[in-house]
């Protein structure tokens, strides 16, 4: 697990979070370090979850999925990314993980 602040990734205008591009682009602050968790990842070749704020929307996707078509596996399918909450609505979220189920790790938002 590797948990981090700042957001990684944003459209291409700087616009509404889509979780596909990284901020800044290939100059941005971001760009290494999304490639050297990407990299790490493919490496080890387990199951791998991000976790980070900085947008404070609860969101749980594959941002590095990278799809090399119909009959062949993605790329770096095993990093799962966690967008926990944030101000004003600072909520908990309850991560399990269970290696007998094929996608790991599961989420629960814990609720007042």
Known sequence: MNCLHASLF??????TFTGQQVRGGQE???YWMV???????AEFGHPVLLVHGDFHEFIV????LVSQGEFAEPKY???TRLQVYGAPEIKAVQVT???ETPWVFSFSPLHN
């Open 61 to 64: 996707d594959r941002p590095f």
């Open 10 to 15: 944003q459209d291409g205008d700087g616009g």
């Open 77 to 79: 399918a095993n990093i």
């Open 28 to 30: 941005g602050a971001y």
């Open 97 to 99: 993980v269970d290696t």
């Open 35 to 41: 490639r050297s968790i990407r990299d790490r990842a």
